[in-house]
């Protein structure tokens, strides 16, 4: 299925164009995701599994979960190599919020600014198509992600503890953007489960 470039998000980036990934890119994803052993093993315990990027590009949402929308972007440079990849779900448990999944950056580029550039420019994008708060979920104990997020805006909402992925149980902090107007104490109403007393 072609895709209309204007309905995804912009990249000032000199010689990197924003492509959504298909079923047809799952061996490029699946490599893209083998060269990133370190964040495999900081939230799942283990490298990549051979079916990581099928899986990832199935977009299976927890039961009882809707998106209006799952895109999975592929940042790819000059030589149509992917740079960074995203995955991010519009509407996610509550009209207005977007979830961003995954935001990972090719190894080589990292302490670039790349991340936090295509993060503005995301941002921006999704604010565009009536996003009202961004959301994502840090695993504890991700030094680089736990240090990242906050920087950009992200508040910690509430934890979940007992959360496995992968190899490994995690304790997790879910983390809200307030963007456009949106609030917390809104977002608290919308989304009942990220309250911090929520089951």
């Known amino acids: 299925?072609?895709?209309?470039?204007?309905?995804?998000?912009g990249c000032s980036i000199e010689g990197i164009r924003v492509v959504e990934l298909q079923g047809a890119d799952e061996a490029e994803l699946q490599h893209f995701f083998e060269?990133?052993?370190?964040?495999?093993?900081?939230?799942?315990?283990?490298?990549?599994?051979?079916?990581?990027?099928?899986?990832?590009l199935a977009g299976q949402l927890p039961a009882g979960w809707s998106c209006s929308r799952m895109y999975w972007l592929g940042y790819r440079d000059a030589d149509a190599q992917l740079v960074?990849?995203?995955n991010i779900a519009a509407d996610l448990l509550a009209a207005g919020v977007w979830?961003?999944?995954?935001?990972?950056?090719?190894?080589?580029?990292?302490?670039s600014g790349l991340a936090q550039r295509l993060h503005a420019?995301?941002?921006?994008?999704?604010?565009?198509?009536?996003?009202?708060?961004?959301?994502?979920?840090?695993?504890?104990?991700?030094?680089?992600?736990?240090?990242f997020w906050p920087k950009?805006?992200?508040?910690?909402?509430?934890?979940?503890?007992?959360?496995?992925?992968?190899?490994q149980v995690n304790t997790v902090s879910i983390q809200v953007k307030p963007v456009a107007g949106g609030r917390l104490d809104e977002y608290a109403v919308r989304?009942?489960?990220?309250?911090?007393?929520?089951?």
């Open 35 to 56: 060269q990133a052993p370190d964040y495999f093993m900081a939230v799942n315990g283990e490298p990549a599994t051979p079916t990581e990027a099928r899986e990832e």
């Open 99 to 111: 979830h961003i999944g995954l935001l990972l950056v090719d190894a080589r580029l990292h302490g």
């Open 84 to 86: 960074a990849v995203v």
């Open 121 to 147: 420019e995301l941002e921006a994008w999704a604010v565009e198509k009536g996003a009202q708060w961004l959301r994502l979920t840090v695993v504890v104990g991700n030094t680089k992600a736990e240090r």
């Open 1 to 9: 299925m072609d895709v209309d470039p204007q309905d995804l998000p």
């Open 191 to 199: 989304v009942a489960r990220d309250r911090p007393q929520a089951p």
């Open 152 to 167: 950009l805006g992200y508040v910690q909402v509430r934890t979940r503890e007992g959360i496995r992925m992968g190899q």
